[in-house]
């Protein structure tokens, strides 16, 4: 006997995609090739942040492609006020200009969850369509807040006022993955950091080249100072070190300075960097010296390489499901034992600073 219609699987809901580009052939492209996936709906297209802000109120989209470069209203201002009145995961389309870089970390600081390079031509947009499906899939699930302002005015809050300091060898390590959302929870963090916190290392997930705009920014708002990490570069105090896009980073010591080492070599997790490559080295060079943080972020990359830290001594933590806009390598570092306990993002720096200095100050003063 055929099923009733009551009693027919029901079909699993799509993930409605606006696209926002102000090139047809662009939008043209990207609803075809989007549309291929079984799992996605492209209800609409939009030329400019004008149209679009119409289209989101009539379509009601859960994820957003946004070029940001765009006429009549740059993106940067639109994606400000999406997430000041109708907070939704972004995707942002950018270039590898260095203009572009700089526009998609302002982008990602403003809230998008994830960043894409823009290919160099038009028609070669299917060349990116399976990373920008794998993308959406994942931003369908994000959690995403309001940004925070950093300082009043835009105004950088601590590069401008530091004072030169020698490099000195740190002592303890500060080691932290992120991967989704991580651009405001890594600004979050670095900003609370004083001129003289131990020397941090840092894995983000974002693509080549975005990590040197990236690490510019944050060094214009930190009282540390914050570069893209290269080769050989010793781990100093009030120095923050991130791995370029495109290599995985590990921390090496010798007699008392530590020092990273960029490699080649496969992916860990889909990634590369790895959090996982960087926890591991951390917990073989330092051990019981380290203090571990795992970020918001999708996937598990990381909570392994946490468990080893903590095994080899060291002190760590997560980032709380509530403070996270992706709660998956938290929840997965926490649930194999590699994290201590969870806590907020605005308590994260403080706890990682105090437990550095021998302070079991794990939770809210």
Do not use: W
Not at 30 to 53: H, N, Q
Not at 140 to 155: I, M, N, S
Not at 302 to 310: C, D, K, P, S, Y
């Amino acid at each position: 006997m055929a099923p009733t219609p009551a009693t027919l699987p029901m079909a699993p809901a799509k993930t409605r995609v606006l696209i926002v580009d102000d090139s047809a052939v662009v939008r043209s492209l990207l609803t075809r090739e989007l549309s291929r996936d079984g799992t996605i709906e492209v209800v609409g297209t939009a030329p400019d942040p004008f149209v679009a802000r119409d289209k989101i109120l009539e379509l009601n989209p859960e994820v957003l492609t946004l070029d940001v470069e765009m006429p009549r209203m740059d993106g940067i201002t639109f994606l400000r006020r999406l997430m000041q009145f109708r907070p939704m995961p972004v995707i942002v389309l950018s270039s590898l200009t260095a203009q572009g870089t700089t526009t998609a970390i302002e982008a990602m600081e403003a809230g998008a969850v994830e960043v894409l390079c823009k290919p160099g031509s038009a028609y070669s947009v299917e060349n990116m369509a399976a990373e920008l499906i794998r993308k959406i899939k994942l931003a369908a699930r994000a959690h995403v807040h309001a940004a925070p302002r950093l300082a009043q005015g835009g105004a950088p809050t601590g590069g401008g006022l530091r004072t030169p300091a020698p490099l000195v060898t740190t002592d303890k390590i500060l080691a932290i993955g992120a991967s989704t959302g991580g651009v405001q929870a890594l600004t979050a963090v670095l900003t609370a950091f004083p001129a003289d916190a131990p020397g941090t290392v840092i894995v983000q997930h974002m693509p080549a080249k975005f990590t040197k705009s990236f690490a510019e920014r944050l060094d214009t708002l930190c009282h540390v100072r914050v570069k893209e990490a290269a080769d050989g570069d010793g781990v100093y105090t009030g120095q923050v070190l991130i791995a370029p896009g495109g290599r995985h980073m590990v921390l090496r010591r010798s007699g008392a300075r530590y020092y990273v080492e960029l490699q080649d070599g496969p992916e860990m997790f889909h990634q590369k960097p790895s959090v996982e490559v960087l926890f591991n080295a951390v917990a073989q060079t330092a051990g019981r010296n380290a203090v571990g943080a795992i970020l918001t972020g999708m996937g598990e990359d990381g909570a392994g390489g946490l468990l080893a830290m903590r095994r080899a001594g060291a002190r760590t933590i997560a980032q709380d499901e509530k403070s996270s806009t992706v709660f998956g390598m938290p929840a997965a570092a926490l649930k194999c034992g590699g994290a201590e306990n969870a806590v907020p993002l605005d308590n994260v720096a403080r706890i990682m600073l105090h437990l550095a200095a021998g302070i079991d100050a794990r939770q809210p003063a």
